[in-house]
Every structure is written in C-alpha cells, then in structure tokens.
C-alpha cells in the first residue's frame, strides 16, 4: 500500500526543508509522502494579499496533483517602503542577492527599519476546496548589510531583535519558534491535528479499482 501524498506547494527547496521540519510535530515521521510542487504545474499569483495567493496555489496544485495540498505566500513588509515588496517579495529583482541588494539600495540613509515577514497558509483538499487557512507574523527590522549564512531569501538582512540574531543566524529551532512561517504553522496545528484525529486517512489518495471488478454500486 503507497503511504498517503501531502503536497507543498512550492519548489523552494528551503522552504521545503523548513515545512518538512514543521510537519514531523504533526505527523509520523515516514506516515506521510511530503512533496514538492511538480515540475509541470506553474500558478500565477493574482491575489491582492498573502491569504488570496496562498490559497489559489493550494487549489491549483491540489486539482493538479489530485492531492491534499499545502501552500503559503510570504512576503517582507517594510514600513519605510509602504509595505514593500510584499507579496512581490520574490518577484522584486531576479535572484536572492539582486533583490537584497536592492532593497538595501531603496532604504539607503533611512532611519526607519522596521518590517516584518507575514506568511499564510492554505491547506487544500484534493477537489481544490480550502479545508484551512493561517496567518503568521514575526516583527523585526532590515539590517545594513546581510549577516549569516542560513536560511533563504531576505533571511541575512532579517533582524529580530527580541532574539539578537537574523533570521540567518537562527537554529531551526528557533526559526520554528520566531519565524512567520512556523507562527502561522502554530495557528494551523491545533485544526490539522483534529482534522487527523477525526479522518486519519485525509490524505490517502483513493485506491484505484482492480482490473475487472465491478464498479461502484454494480
């Protein structure tokens, strides 16, 4: 028997990483096939806000996949820049360095720093219909240049100052504890844990038929 598929919806291998951590608090470690989005399956973000984004991802991979699916959209909000870039955060210059270097060019010589990563989830069921939502945030401020060699994205020039690291310098650990994806997680874990306990196979595909057996109600 296959294990039961949960889909990510993303090809961001850290991001990956970073669910996968996430979802063994929940799951059995090996009870379920946590996968990446395929290769072939492309969505355009239109959505006004995280949760709108979010949650058209988690549908279109789901009706793709045929699986449960779940998606986030994140983003750096940064005061100074009227919430820039937000949810074009991994749209705003082509590659990781390009889009540090030039946020840190648009707040050169501003004394305001203060931002913050939002995430939200959405979790779908294979029909695309969204079973679930979160929201997380984690407050911090934009640094003058990158520090740390961890993480992915913006994490080198993400400073929180409650910890006194980035979110480059953190632990797992304490990502999972501090980080906007791991509080909108938290949010979700309570409801994924009762949805399991009440269907514990949600998210095994249905067996194909036999060759040669009758169909349903024949």
């Known amino acids: 028997m296959t294990r039961p598929v949960l889909v990510i919806a993303s090809g961001n291998t850290g991001k990956l990483a970073e669910f996968r951590q996430l979802l063994e608090e929940v ?3 090996g009870a379920v096939d946590v996968r990446g989005r395929p290769a072939g399956v492309t969505v355009e973000e239109t959505g006004a806000d995280f949760l709108a984004n ?10 793709c996949t045929g699986a449960w699916t779940l998606a986030d959209d994140s983003g750096l909000c940064v005061d100074a820049l009227d919430g820039r870039p937000g949810i074009h955060s991994a749209r705003y210059a082509p590659g990781n360095a390009r889009r540090m270097e030039r946020l840190l060019e648009e707040l050169a010589g501003c004394r305001d720093r203060s931002a913050r990563f939002v ?25 003058e240049a990158p520090i740390g060699e961890g993480g992915f994205g913006y994490d080198p020039l993400f400073w929180v100052p409650t910890v006194g690291l980035s979110f480059a310098q953190m632990t797992p650990a304490q990502k999972r504890r501090h980080g906007h994806r791991g509080r909108a997680f938290a949010g979700l874990q309570p409801r994924l844990v009762t949805l399991l306990r009440q269907q514990p196979d949600v998210f095994r595909a249905p067996e194909a038929p036999s060759p040669g057996s009758p169909p349903p109600g024949g």
């Open 119 to 143: 995430t939200a989830l959405a979790l779908a069921r294979p029909d695309g219909a969204v079973a679930l939502t979160s929201r997380g945030v984690s407050n911090g401020s934009i640094l």
């Open 27 to 29: 799951l059995p470690h």
């Open 54 to 63: 979010a949650c058209l991802k988690a549908t279109t991979v789901a009706r």
